[in-house]
Nanobody, 127 residues
Framework: QVQLAESGGGLVQAEGSLRLSCAAS????????MGWFRQAPGKEREFVAG????????YIADSVKGRFTISRSNAKNTVYLQMNSLKPEDTAVYYC????????????????????WGQGTQVTVSS
């Protein structure tokens, strides 16, 4: 079983930056595509970014394209989400996730494709 732990959230002013990290344990990290999702109060959880198991393919949601980037270090069992030019509408709990058993190495934007989830980290952007 894969365990995931996010860190790096916090309070930041608009136009600021944050880098989220997600450390994985309990499995072979390099076997899994990884994703970042977020959930704002009263809204459904939505896809933010995904990365293939080797890191050569990334997929970024239109709402954050050009501002957020995803990367990973298989040597450190960690996936990152660099968030720049943050906006108040980026305020949410951010979750990292690892793909489930079906095509575990392929990046996906579909929430149901992910089988393992972290506890989330709060990001608050003030105007």
């Amino acid at each position: 079983q894969v365990q995931l732990a996010e860190s790096g959230g916090g309070l930041v002013q608009a136009e600021g930056s944050l880098r989220l990290s997600c450390a994985a344990s309990g499995g072979t990290f390099s076997n899994y595509a990884m994703g970042w999702f977020r959930q704002a109060p009263g809204k459904e959880r939505e896809f933010v970014a995904g990365i293939s198991r080797s890191g050569d393919i990334t997929y970024i949601a239109d709402s954050v394209k050009g501002r957020f980037t995803i990367s990973r270090s298989n040597a450190k069992n960690t996936v990152y989400l660099q968030m720049n030019s943050l906006k108040p509408e980026d305020t949410a709990v951010y979750y990292c996730a690892a793909k489930g058993a079906r095509l575990p190495g392929m990046v996906s934007s579909v929430l149901a494709d992910y089988g393992y989830w972290g506890q989330g980290t709060q990001v608050t952007v003030s105007s």
